[in-house]
Nanobody
């Protein structure tokens, strides 16, 4: 059974930093493209970072490019999201997601497995 468990979400002041972590089990981790998506109240879930199976390639939308960094450790079955220069508009529930196919699609429906989410709140 595939499990993705996120951790690290908390309340932080604007301009601060936070590191989220996702631990995977029940899956051959290196066979999956990994991503972080977020969902703010009243908004659709959106992609904020993706990383290829090997970790060589990453993707970020313009909204977080230069502020967020995704990384993975295939030996430890973990994928992290380092978030810097946080803004109040970054407030959301952050989800870890996995997909067996290559590529980092924007559409959340293209991901096979999801974690339960972790709340990030950025105060102004």
């Amino acid at each position: 059974q595939v499990q993705l468990v996120e951790s690290g979400g908390e309340l932080v002041q604007a301009g601060g930093s936070l590191r989220l972590s996702c631990a995977a089990s029940g899956v051959t981790f290196s066979a999956y493209t990994m991503a972080w998506l977020r969902q703010a109240p009243g908004k659709e879930r959106e992609l904020v970072a993706g990383i290829s199976k090997s970790g060589e390639n990453t993707y970020y939308p313009d909204s977080v490019k230069g502020r967020f960094a995704i990384s993975r450790d295939n030996a430890k079955n973990t994928v992290d999201l380092q978030m810097n220069s946080l803004k109040p508009e970054d407030t959301a529930v952050y989800y870890c997601a996995a997909r067996s196919a290559v590529g980092v699609p924007l559409n959340p429906r293209n991901y096979d497995y999801w974690g339960q989410g972790t709340q990030v709140t950025v105060s102004s």
